[in-house]
């Protein structure tokens, strides 16, 4: 029994999409329970970022008189 090309066609697509369901519902699984999982572990404490005023700066003086001197230079230019 010879199929037609109409009937070939509609077989791939059955077939194709078909697959991509299957992967598409395996990955919503896969992605659920992972999510289960994540949910069941213990959370870590959260640590406080450093404000931003409260650092120090590491670049001495003699260093920012020279980036200065370099930044005013290219601004000449």
């Known amino acids: ?9 509609f077989d791939l697509l059955l077939y194709g999409m078909g697959t991509v369901f299957v992967f598409l519902a395996l990955l919503v699984v896969a992605t659920m329970i992972m999510s289960s999982v994540v949910a069941k572990l213990p959370a870590e404490e959260m640590v406080e970022a450093p ?10 003086a003699k260093l920012m008189k020279i980036i200065q001197a370099a930044i005013d230079q290219h601004r000449k230019q």
């Open 1 to 9: 029994m010879k199929d037609t090309l109409i009937q070939q066609g």
């Open 51 to 60: 404000k931003p005023g409260a650092a120090k700066p590491t670049v001495d």
